[in-house]
């Protein structure tokens, strides 16, 4: 889990939609293609605007519909409207830390829809931090999460493979933090 429970979300932005299957806890940006503007993990930092932090996974599997334990998860589906939270206090691992850091150092938008302690990578102010780092080296996914599938089309008689494990994008985390998002 990417986004501990304990936490405090005071302002909700559900108007956007992203095309990826990620998990939560990260920090989303504006971005367009096609003439359609939607949020995703950033993989650069450089020149983004951002716009909050995800609040729940999205999955081709809608597990809304499950029995417990799984319908007590917070996902949505590909193309659906995402759960975004610019304002609160969250404990999240997605965090990209340059040296140590300390309750109250700024908060900048980082590589791969991280949050970093660091303003070199180009990426503005979102916050601060207000916990210490419990350790637990480990990844989250920034694309591919969830279930994958093949089927060949109707159509063109192919082979497709949906949210192939093999093309799924990982990032390392050093452990859990707790930060405050204002934007």
């Given amino acids: 889990m990417s986004l501990k429970p304990l936490r405090q979300e005071i302002q909700y932005d559900l108007s956007w ?44 599997v809608d597990y809304t519909r499950e029995v417990p334990p799984q319908v007590l998860r917070r996902s949505s589906v590909v193309c659906d409207v995402v759960g975004i939270c610019n304002r609160g206090e969250f404990i999240t691992d997605w965090i ?40 637990d080296a480990h990844v989250v996914t920034m694309r591919g999460l969830g279930s994958s599938r093949q089927y060949i089309d109707p159509c063109d008689l192919n082979l497709y493979y949906e949210n192939n494990p093999a093309h799924r994008t990982l990032v390392v985390t050093p452990g859990y933090i707790k930060v405050k998002i204002e934007l």
């Fill in 96 to 135: 990209h830390l340059i040296g140590s850091v300390l309750p109250g150092d700024a908060m900048y938008v980082g590589p791969s829809g991280t949050f970093t302690n660091s303003a070199t990578f180009g990426g503005s102010r979102v916050g601060k931090f207000i916990g210490t780092l419990k350790s």
């Fill in 17 to 60: 939609i992203t095309p990826w299957t990620q998990e939560m806890g990260g920090l989303l940006t504006f971005h367009t293609a096609s003439g359609t503007t939607f949020v995703q993990y950033s993989h650069e930092a450089s020149g983004v605007i951002p716009v909050g932090i995800q609040i729940n996974d999205v999955e081709h």
